[in-house]
């Protein structure tokens, strides 16, 4: 029997599992797929020798999270590569702010757009540099955050802390047009803003628009060296030295519940995983509910509550190998490790404004990822690898430019990735003429790829403000805690949500371990509070 069985080895699962072990727990984590790493995972996906990153790519969150710091994983052999042009915004205009690891550069950058921009950037990542700890302290903490909340109440006092909390709830728009005069720090700040799946006009855009820019500006967006599968390698390898087991092939479907409490894993195949003490589920709160648990053991209300729980937005990935380096029209686009593509903030609230209708975008805006520049062994020389996604509606009614139905057949799927083409094409000549290979996960593609993308969405639920903090997954005060005694949700449909960043694990092994210890009060009243709520 294990202490801990978790479900799902994707980071999560991995943070929460590696934590447990270092606490002495005996650990079993069990993955459906041949091999570890969920959506953090990397192949020679289209052809030998070059190595494309299979879902996510870029790590921003993880060179801040003090969950992932805190593994050491340079120790089990993880390396970090980063560009030192963060990201760029080129349009056909030929102007293209820049974000650089240099505060100079940036700021000259946005300078050329309107004379003072550079100077408003710099005070908005002074602003970063004296709350971020204290504001990630709160973000990666389980709710309620009360220690790193009492510090940014005492740093700031009651009439700045409202001027912040304005701040926080500001659209993107309204933050470009306060903050600059220019374009192209809104650009920048928007272009960030729409990795999530919410408008320009939408709040909490734009603080998180201004969040990644500021990670950007510190930490640059890092990447593991050889591949994302290198960072999921590293948690793995770390995890077994500290005796834990890693079980492949190993579908759960269904968790065993006696007493109120959760006993065991039951697999496809039959095979049960007694637990001792806790499971740590790393799939969807749908899934984790409505599959594994059933609604039979469940409260009515939650049930009634997951009815309302709102996916994110689907995503279309396109990786392409080429046979060299992107030829973007704006030399600082050439020297970004991340580029955004679209027409700027208005055309930023047009895709935004084609997906509310539930309609395939007709430009669709495009965040895009070169390393030829600053990680060549990933292909041979001279040539490169490179990535773009999009999103598209959960549910499709129609296409904006009346082509495609959103069936994901051969043709569609085709015709999709030449309109992704056609958007690079038009800042970047020649770019199609370079192109080796490519291969497109569509919805479909992508859940089939890993259960917990349901119909592409890639943030374990939409990162629109209700549903986020204390609604996410559901009104459960944003805790780990489930109905289920021993049973912790553990995946980005917890708080804090999506990122690979560890924090949902980190929080559910946390929970794990207090409920442990019955000397630890507080924690178990709040978790008995989450439990109560969800009836």
Request: proline share 8%; charged share 20%; glycine share 12%.
């Amino acid at each position: 029997m294990s202490d801990a069985v978790v479900i799902g080895s994707g980071p999560n699962g991995l943070v929460g599992a590696n934590l447990l072990a270092d606490a002495g727990w005996e650990v079993t984590v069990l993955e459906e797929e041949p091999s570890p790493g969920g959506a953090v995972r990397s192949a020679e996906l289209i052809e030998p020798g070059f190595v494309n990153d299979l879902f996510s790519a870029f790590y921003p969150f993880a060179a801040a999270s003090p969950h992932i710091a805190g593994l050491e994983l340079e120790r089990w052999g993880l390396r970090w590569a980063v560009s030192r042009g963060v990201v760029a915004h080129p349009t056909r205009d030929g102007s293209c702010p820049l974000l650089s690891m240099d505060l100079d550069e940036t700021a000259a950058s946005l300078d050329e757009f309107a004379a003072g921009d550079g100077d408003a950037w710099r005070a908005l990542f002074e602003l970063w540099l004296r709350i971020g700890p204290d504001a990630l302290g709160a973000f990666f903490a389980p709710f309620p955050p009360v220690r790193p909340v009492a510090r940014l109440v005492r740093k700031l006092g009651p009439r700045e802390l409202a001027r912040l909390a304005r701040f926080t709830l500001l659209p993107m728009r309204r933050l470009g047009e306060e903050h600059f005069s220019g374009a192209g720090g809104p650009r920048l700040l928007a272009g960030n803003a729409l990795h999530a799946d919410v408008a320009p006009e939408a709040p909490p855009s734009g603080v998180y628009g201004w969040i990644l820019c500021s990670l950007g500006q510190q930490f640059g967006y890092p990447v593991p060296e050889g591949g994302a599968g290198e960072l999921t390698a590293a948690l793995a390898r770390r995890l077994v030295a500290r005796g834990g087991r890693l079980v492949c092939e190993r579908r759960a479907t269904r968790i065993e519940i006696a007493g109120g409490r959760a006993r065991a894993v039951v697999t496809e195949e039959g095979e049960r995983f007694p637990v001792g003490r806790a499971v740590l589920a790393d799939v969807g709160a749908p899934q984790l509910y409505l599959e594994l648990v059933g609604r039979e053991a469940l409260p009515a209300r939650l049930v009634e509550d997951l009815s309302r729980f709102q996916y994110d937005n689907s995503t279309v990935k396109v990786d392409w190998t080429l046979g060299g380096p992107i030829p973007w029209a704006a030399p600082d686009a050439r020297r970004a490790g991340t580029v955004h593509v679209a027409e700027g903030m208005d055309a930023l609230t047009r895709h935004a404004a084609e997906m509310a209708c539930k309609l395939i975008p007709e430009r669709p805006y495009l965040v895009m990822g070169q390393y030829a520049h600053f990680e060549p062994k990933r292909s041979p020389s001279g040539t490169g690898t490179a990535w773009a996604y999009t999103h598209v509606p959960q549910e499709i009614r129609g296409d904006a430019r009346g082509e495609l139905t959103g069936r994901w057949d051969e043709r569609e799927t085709a015709a999709f990735a030449d309109r992704v083409e056609e958007e690079v094409e038009a800042l970047a000549p020649g770019f199609r003429s370079l192109i080796r290979g490519r291969h497109v996960l569509t919805p479909p593609g992508l859940e089939a790829a890993d259960r917990n993308l349901v119909r592409g969405a890639v943030n374990g639920g939409t990162a629109q403000l209700h549903q986020q903090a204390v609604w996410r997954p559901v009104a459960n005060l944003g805790r780990p805690e489930t109905p289920i005694e021993g049973l912790f949700l553990a995946s980005a449909s917890a708080h804090p949500g999506g990122g690979v960043h560890g924090g949902p694990g980190a929080n559910a092994a946390a929970a794990a371990l207090a409920a442990a210890r019955p000397a630890q009060a507080l924690d178990r009243v709040v978790g008995h509070v989450s439990r109560s709520l969800q009836r």
